[in-house]
């Protein structure tokens, strides 16, 4: 408790990273002692906690540099993710939507001046609402006691970021005269 009290105190003095704990686990941890009747008995050895610590931020060279000062405190990482910000999401999505609008448009027209008609008057548009929920990049800690760490610092993780694919699907409905 102590150890993620004091990972959590650290983390947040970066004003750029979100911090949230969670999966907090208590286990009995038992070993064996041999007795003089040759049979093996066992014996509560200690208590094993367990608890994970997640890191969120849109700058992920702060997630790394803090997720490397954690792991020197002896946590081992469970996870690193990236995933695109809400931010950026969005302004994908709004580009994305103009490029099809202008793109249906431009269509609608071309099937007007096919039929030989002069007029195009979008009267319903329809834009998907996918379910996505962006997050910044995180990653995820948990302490774990049977871990051996050199007295040197633990250097930060390497992670590059890959592509993420943003879609949309655009329905209307025109009136051509």
């Known amino acids: 408790n102590d150890a993620m009290a004091q990972a959590v105190a650290l983390a947040k003095k970066s004003t750029s990273l979100k911090i949230?704990?969670?999966?907090?686990?208590?286990?009995?941890?038992?070993?064996?002692?041999?007795?003089?009747?040759?049979?093996?008995?066992?014996?509560?050895?200690?208590?094993?906690g367990s608890q994970t610590l997640m890191i969120k931020s849109e700058n992920a060279e702060d997630v790394l540099n803090i997720t490397g000062q954690i792991q020197d405190m002896g946590f081992m990482m469970n996870s690193l993710d990236y995933q695109l910000s809400p931010k950026k999401y969005?302004?994908?999505?709004?580009?994305?939507?103009?490029?099809?609008?202008?793109?249906?448009?431009?269509?609608?027209?071309?099937?007007?001046?096919?039929?030989?008609?002069?007029?195009?008057?979008?009267?319903?548009?329809?834009?998907?609402?996918?379910?996505?929920?962006?997050?910044?990049?995180?990653?995820?800690?948990?302490?774990?006691?049977?871990?051996?760490?050199?007295a040197d610092a633990m250097p930060a993780p390497t992670a590059e970021s890959g592509e993420t694919s943003v879609s949309m699907t655009i329905n209307a409905r025109a009136i051509i005269k």
């Open 90 to 150: 969005d302004e994908v999505r709004d580009s994305l939507m103009e490029t099809t609008i202008k793109a249906l448009n431009d269509r609608a027209k071309r099937v007007a001046t096919a039929l030989g008609k002069t007029s195009v008057d979008i009267v319903e548009i329809n834009i998907d609402s996918n379910n996505y929920s962006p997050r910044p990049v995180y990653a995820r800690a948990a302490k774990v006691e049977m871990m051996s760490i050199s």
């Open 20 to 48: 949230e704990t969670g999966q907090y686990y208590v286990s009995p941890d038992y070993r064996y002692i041999e007795t003089q009747t040759e049979t093996n008995k066992r014996v509560l050895d200690k208590w094993r």
